[in-house]
């Protein structure tokens, strides 16, 4: 599969599933969603443009200094914990930990309202 190709069927499964999903009104700073089958099948697609390393390389040289959006983007080329937790230079499960609770910060509380 192309480039192209790739990129076709990606926006076709986030034009199927994204657009309708209840994760994605939180979620839209993120890449993909790491939370549901379809953003893992997303991250397939995504490391196939992703290329090699050094296309991210520049951003895990930030090492302490990353943002969490380095941190979504790098998780959506598919690059694995480990290897952004050791250029951070905190474990694996603090980096994980702060993360999460990053993204649960962000969710909305269920009973919020608009009063527009």
Not at 78 to 86: A, E, K, M, R
Request: proline content about 3%; aromatic content about 10%.
């Amino acid at each position: 599969m192309g480039r192209l190709e790739t990129l076709k069927a990606i926006d076709q499964v986030q034009e199927k599933h994204c657009s309708k999903c209840t994760l994605v009104a939180w979620m839209d700073k993120l890449e993909t969603c790491h939370d549901c089958p379809v953003g893992k099948n997303l991250q397939e697609l995504g490391s196939k443009l992703g290329g090699d390393e050094r296309s991210y390389q520049p951003i895990l040289d930030k090492g302490f200094y990353m943002t969490f959006s380095d941190i979504d983007y790098l998780r959506g080329l598919g690059v694995p914990w480990d290897v952004i937790s050791d250029h951070i230079g905190w474990n694996k499960s603090f980096v994980q930990k702060l993360y999460s609770d990053r993204n649960k910060a962000l969710k909305p509380k269920e009973d919020f309202k608009c009063k527009h």
